[in-house]
């Protein structure tokens, strides 16, 4: 007879989109609901490899509450881990209840909040990601084909078994063009939950891997000349009315009044939020021209080049086409933290709306075919090339910092300093080794 106790995690997290928590005894789960688990200020500070970043704002003292969503409990036994897996998602708050102005999950149910209450309007989104398989000494295939996949097929069947199980709606699961990479997908759902939920399976897929003796790299460029892993993150409005208000036949490429303007408040901030979106220095080797990335602020119509893509819309079939109508980000990946990404998507749009702004214009065509003056012309601004670029336009766009407390600015800017300082001197190849063992 087993002798094990399951244990509930309860987790945040962090700005390295690292999650982390505090495990208890499943069955005291109830008991914890009221007041959570201990945190501290000082984890939010730690990078990526494992170092708490100094200075920053937070020193050795100090404590928060992390309390669990109990509607955000994901389960599931099906990892080939010996007790279940077991996540619940919490928000950060003071020992007074009242919330820390750094959680990232509470930025973004705000975010969502607020856009309810200016606009009227819901979002609903859903992460794409795509991973590579480490060590799994696969035979080689064709990628993007059947025997692709088939090669790690019990993986790839406990993995939608899995997430099945832990309720995340999977969709699709395929060998992507990368060497040994996959991707995989699930139906869209509300914004918090969205969120929840890519930072589910990123550790429900590291698991299965692991058990395996595997390691499952969701790093944005496992090795300078890799094919990327993107998180591309779908989005679509849904109106008061709770219809689908994305589509309009009569828009520019099919874009709602409302969806072109926030399409156009994402473009505004873009070169902004893409440190919250890509936040490593290993994120600006894949955001390059002709990565099937992105790396302009573009908008276009089913082109996997542009940040916005306007996504396919199926025609036949018997669904209504307007619901499944959506928009993605190219521009993230798991460096990032969902709930930051998403909640700088969603302020950023949310400014597009408040202002009126019109849609931008639909471009097709490679940027890097024109002239500089064609693409100011057009709206094409080059995304930042570096974290350090794309940090100084975090800085310097007023309306962007002002979605954030100071301490949270203070603590973002200094850690991804601390995690660029802490690289100094590797060479890309070095580079993309520490980001493919951390992610
Ligand atoms: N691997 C590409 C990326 O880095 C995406 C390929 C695709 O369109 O799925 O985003
Ligand atoms: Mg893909």
Redesign the pocket.
């Known amino acids: 007879m087993s002798t094990d106790v399951d244990l509930t995690g309860i987790v945040t997290t962090d700005i390295a989109a690292v999650t982390r928590g505090r495990f208890i005894a499943s069955d005291t789960f109830e008991k914890t609901i009221a007041t959570g688990v201990g945190w501290l200020q000082a984890n939010l500070s730690l990078t990526p490899f494992n170092v708490i970043a100094h200075p920053n704002p937070w020193g050795s003292s100090g404590d928060l509450r992390l309390l669990p969503d109990p509607n955000a409990r994901y389960r599931t036994s099906k990892t080939g881990s010996q007790t279940p897996f077991d996540m619940v998602p919490g928000n950060l708050v003071e020992l007074d209840g009242s919330p820390w102005s750094c959680c990232t999950r509470t930025m973004l149910a705000d975010a969502l909040a607020e856009l309810k209450a200016k606009t009227g309007l819901t979002l609903v989104a859903a992460f794409e990601h ?1 991973f590579k398989l480490l060590d799994a000494g696969l035979p080689k295939e064709h990628v993007m084909s059947f025997a692709g996949l088939r090669r790690a097929d019990g993986f790839a069947s406990q993995v939608m078994a899995a997430l099945d199980e832990a309720g995340l709606n999977p969709e699709v699961i395929i060998s ?3 060497e040994d ?1 996959f ?1 995989v997908t699930n139906a869209p759902c509300d914004g918090l939950a969205a969120a929840d939920r890519a930072a589910v399976l990123r550790e429900i897929v590291r698991e299965i891997a692991r058990t395996r003796g595997w390691k499952a790299s969701f790093a ?1 460029k496992t090795s300078p000349s890799s ?4 998180v ?1 993150i779908h989005f679509s409005l849904v109106g008061a009315d709770g219809q689908p208000a994305t589509y309009d036949p009569s828009g520019p490429a099919g874009l709602s009044r409302a969806a072109g303007s926030f399409c156009a408040g994402v473009l505004r901030h873009l070169p902004a939020i893409t440190a919250l979106t890509a936040s490593s220095v290993s994120s600006y080797y ?1 955001l390059k021209p002709h ?3 992105s790396s302009y602020t573009w908008l276009g119509d089913k082109d ?1 080049e542009a940040t916005l893509r306007i996504c396919p819309m199926v025609t036949f079939g018997g669904k209504d086409p307007a619901k499944s109508f959506n928009i993605e980000y ?1 521009a993230a990946d798991a460096t990032s933290n969902p709930y930051l990404a998403l909640a700088a998507i969603v302020r950023a749009g949310l400014e597009g709306l408040i202002a009126g702004l019109p849609c931008p214009q639909v471009h097709s065509g490679d940027p890097e075919e024109l002239s500089e003056e064609q693409r100011v012309e057009k709206g094409l601004r080059r995304l930042p090339e570096t974290l350090a670029g794309a940090l100084d336009a975090l800085k310097s766009d007023a309306v962007v910092t002002s979605w954030f407390s100071e301490a949270f600015l203070e603590t973002f800017v200094g850690m991804k300093a601390f995690e660029m300082a802490s690289l100094d001197g590797l060479d890309e190849e070095a580079i993309c080794a520490s980001y493919r063992a951390a992610y």
Do not use: A, L, M, T
Not at 227 to 230: L, P, R
């Open positions: 795509e992507e063009y990368g990479q991707e944005p094919v990327g892993n993107g591309h894949r990565n099937w990335s996997r190219r």
